[in-house]
Structure formats: C-alpha cells, structure tokens
C-alpha cells in the first residue's frame, strides 16, 4: 500500500472516530427542563423584579433540586395572591411558602419533607405574661391579626376547638 494512501486511511480514520466521540458527547447531556417558579414582588416595588438579588436557604435549596434534575428556572414575578392562582391554574410549577392547610392540601402537592416548619406566637403587653400561662387565659381577649390570612383561619379555628370566644381584630396585609 503506497504511504499516501495509508496516511489518507490513518487520517479518515481518525477524523471518523474523534467525530463519533464528540457526537456522543453531545447526545449525553439533554437539554434543561424549563421549570416556572413563583416569585412574590415586594409590596410597593417600583423597580424590575428580574433585578431582585435572591438569596436565603430557599433560594439555595431550590437551586440545588435544579442541578440534580438538569431543570433550568424561568421566574414569574407577581403579586403573592396572584401566585397562588397561577399555581391553581398551572401557569406555574413551584410556589415556595405555602401555608399548609387541609384545603390547599386538596389543590397542591406539598413535600412530605417541608423546608420549614411554621410556628405562631401570641404577643402580650409587657410585663403581663404572667396573666397568660395557659389558653383559657385568652377568653374573650382582643386579637390582632392579618385580614384574609391562613393564620387568620388558623386562629378562627383554634378558637372555635378551644371555646375562648376570642375577638379577632383583623388588619389589613399586603400578601395572604
């Protein structure tokens, strides 16, 4: 075999076999799944929310699902009522800080190992916490509280199991 035809066949050869390799290479590695995540603007936020510097345990938490599930997160900036509805209809695959409850329980899959937990306090005037040492303590008292909130529903139900005849004072929120 004369040596320009061997040189030809080693070159052919080689050419065929770094193109395989580098066609496997891509094949491997599928493309991202795009995944929307809920963001709740900040109450009076006049800026672009897409500038918004995320942080927190959440934030970091989120991101680390990403990478074991090659998703890519395309955030929907919007009012937090609005969020729950794009959850609802589906506009949306992922809302963090859900409230628990045996309604939207019936809605949304929550993980059965949540992020946090969540916990209420009930503040008392100082220097009269020792009124207040046990629930019944609390019969007929004033309580402030988010209009329209989970914990709003929360308390009423907590009132309703415990016989305390609370009056519940609701306030105005920017976010149920």
């Keep these: 075999m004369p040596a320009f035809l061997l040189r030809l066949f080693v070159f052919l050869a080689l050419f065929l076999n770094v193109s395989f390799i580098v066609d496997l290479s891509h094949a491997s590695e599928p493309a991202p799944k795009i995944v929307r995540i809920g963001y709740a603007i900040p109450v009076n936020y006049k800026g672009n929310p897409a500038t918004i510097h ?3 345990y959440t934030y970091e938490y989120l991101l ?3 990478s074991f599930n090659n998703w890519r997160y395309v955030y929907v900036y919007r009012p937090w009522s609005d969020l729950l509805e794009d959850l609802a209809a589906g506009r949306i695959d992922i ?5 628990y409850t045996p309604e939207r329980a019936k809605q949304f899959d929550f993980s059965v190992i949540p992020i946090r937990s969540e916990a209420y306090y009930l503040f008392v005037p100082e220097g009269q916490k020792d009124k207040y040492q046990n629930k019944e303590d609390f019969f007929g008292k004033r309580i402030g509280v988010g209009r ?5 529903s929360q308390l009423r139900q907590w009132n309703k199991d415990n016989g305390l005849n609370l009056i519940s004072i ?3 929120c920017s976010h149920s």
């Design 170 to 172: 609701l306030i105005k």
């Design 64 to 66: 680390m699902i990403a």
């Design 95 to 99: 809302l963090d800080n859900v409230s």
């Design 54 to 56: 995320k942080s927190g």
């Design 148 to 152: 329209d909130t989970t914990v709003s």
